[in-house]
């Protein structure tokens, strides 16, 4: 992609960044230190021999299936001992734990590289060595990573270009933690000159800061080719204005916020109307929504609008944006219906308060849905992935207190068949011409209809289909082993969102039900708040909902609420 000119916005920050270094207030003179020796022979060593061992997997970071804490601080220290040392040097050794990629000596499949990077936690090692970079002062440390960025290997398909990357992204994320003008000039500079996992990582970088100044740079992005560039400069919009522009806590919206609101608002108006990518229309619906303001509202009813008159693959994207405006306005409206909401916002708007999101979540508990319910919940699209639990513990009887199910309280049965008689009723109930799939989980990850690389096929439904699932599959499932939670939920969103870099991008899930009765205890990873954030980084891009329905033990299960929350769907426990 060619470079763009800098924006406007981009100089103006640059002028500021500049003023910040140049006007300063004068400090006062001191005696230049002695620079710092370079590190001691043995602490390079111990690092050395340290790294060695674990890219081998003699060391390693988890013991009986729990992260090994004495291990992780045994990481820790070394890694503080060679930083302590605070030369370019020590940074650029103690960088190759920060992009460190671990695998499996001698692996003849993708398991056992599973299993080899479940048992060294390499996420962790790479985030304990970025602090303590971040961390140095050394003298030329915010170049040599800047350089990293300049590699001419970043868009080479090859060995040397897959590690340079790798570079490149941990250095900015190193740099997204250090103060200084340079970093921030250097992030800037990567979100329009990199290719475009890089220009991601740069905007979500910069994005942590929730710098308003840097609003105009997400916006001039939206015009990225890329759409996961497209995504990610939506959801940086999302942050940076949200805790400013929010009604219902703010009763004043300062001047220039409110400029730099309706600028914000006018282009993400612009991505939600005419994208030709659901997943960019998606983040644009969030990221309005997450503003809170009432300027949000006439953009969504034009997206509503477009929406509704697109005569392919809605995705279910008409109901995400009326279910969004009922949400923020409190009223009810039927679905569909865009002049109403056009005649309610000319009436209304003066006047209007927005509602709060605890109102939106009453709101949500009650609501009509549109082909049926599964465990209490809507199932209002027609592109559904169900990915169950059938680990060893889903055989275990089950009272009902609570009318979740169609089988009401008082029923006694087990996890697994109260399951399957749901999804039987699911099966039946949803239209012909809906597109579903099933992935079934224990230590294992098995695919009800796969294709030929093993994901989820979207399977259209027919008689001859429900025929097969209700005729042998579903009654087939039987509960045994552990819980490969992530590996059901890498595979099963990996597929789904894969409409970023498809041209055929409409033939995919739009919406995801987990079903489970326990914490992962099997696969590459089991950490509840690692599989939260791998989930949602992954789909912050890919924009699925996904929905969580648990039994059992809260103790192992209430993570998933949060799971379900951070991506636009609802939890229900069955008790």
Known sequence: ???????????????????????????????????????????????????????????????????DEAALAEADAKFAALARWNTLGAAQKLFEA???????????????????????????????ARKHI???????????????LRSNNLRDANEHGDQD????DAALQVLGARPGTASQLALLEATSRMPPKLRLRALDVLSDTGRLELVGTYVDSLRDKDPDVRIAALNAIGNALGTHTDETSHETIPAEIATLRDRAVEAMKGVLCRDAVWQVRAAACHALASLRCKASIPALIDGYEAELGRTKDPWAMDLRIHRVLENMTGQTIGAGDFKSWREFWRKESASLRLAKPADA??????????????????????RVLFVVDFSGSMEEPITLHTGTTSAGAGTTTTKAKLVVDELKKIVTAMPDGSYFNIVVFSDEVRVWRPSRAGYPELVKLDDEARDELLGSFLDSLAPRGPTNLHGALDKAIGFAGRGLTDKHYALGFDTIYVLTDGAPSWGEVTDKDEIRRRVRETNRLKRLVINCITFGDKNDTDFLRLLAEENSGRHVHVE
């Open 165 to 168: 990357r790798r570079r490149a």
């Open 1 to 67: 992609m060619s470079r763009r000119p800098a924006s406007p916005v981009v100089a103006l920050l640059v002028a500021w960044l500049v003023a910040l270094s140049v006007g300063a207030a004068p400090v006062a003179q001191v005696k230049p230190k002695e620079p710092p020796p370079d590190p001691s022979l043995a602490d390079f060593q111990e690092f050395q021999r340290w790294l060695l061992a674990y890219e081998s997997g003699t060391v390693r970071m988890m013991k009986d299936l729990v992260v």
């Open 98 to 128: 920060a992009a460190v990629d671990p695998r499996a000596p001698g692996a003849r499949s993708s398991t056992d590289n599973i299993d080899f990077r479940a048992e060294l936690q390499p996420w962790r090692v790479r985030a304990l």
């Open 134 to 148: 971040a961390g140095m002062t050394a003298e030329g440390l915010d170049g040599w990573l800047i350089a990293l």
């Open 361 to 382: 979540k009453r709101r949500n508990a009650s609501e009509d849905a549109r082909y049926e319910r599964f465990f209490s919940l809507q199932l209002e699209s027609d």
